[in-house]
């Protein structure tokens, strides 16, 4: 069992950065594919990126692919969402995930899943 807490959170411009942090409990958490996840507002919880227990590959949404950037420090126990060039669409509570499956970008495929963190884009 893996026990999983977002930080990082919070309000900035439209074309700022935010980093995310997903800190994991458990020696197992190196086993773990992580993903994170985003639910705005009377929307449904979508996939935005996810990366396998070695780090070596990742996986990411159409709508964030070439601004957001997933990577994972097993030493730490951490998963990491660097948030580059945001946007209002961006607005979301983001909350990571662990899965011992391979579908990595389906929400139903995750075992555990933190609490979200808010991240809010506007001027």
Not at 14 to 36: D, E, H, Q, V
Not at 99 to 122: C, E, K, L, N, P
């Amino acid at each position: 069992q893996v026990q999983l807490v977002e930080s990082g959170g919070g309000l900035v411009q439209p074309g700022g950065s935010l980093r995310l942090s997903c800190a994991g409990s458990g020696r197992t958490f190196r086993r773990y594919a992580m993903g994170w996840f985003r639910q705005a507002p009377g929307k449904e919880r979508e996939f935005v990126a996810a990366i396998i227990w070695s780090g070596g590959s990742t996986y990411y949404a159409d709508s964030v692919k070439g601004r957001f950037t997933i990577s994972r420090d097993n030493a730490e126990n951490t998963v990491y969402l660097q948030m580059n060039s945001l946007k209002p669409e961006d607005t979301a509570v983001y909350y990571c995930a662990a899965t011992t499956r391979t579908i990595v970008a389906f929400r139903y495929a995750y075992d555990y899943w933190g609490q979200g963190t808010q991240v809010t884009v506007s001027s």
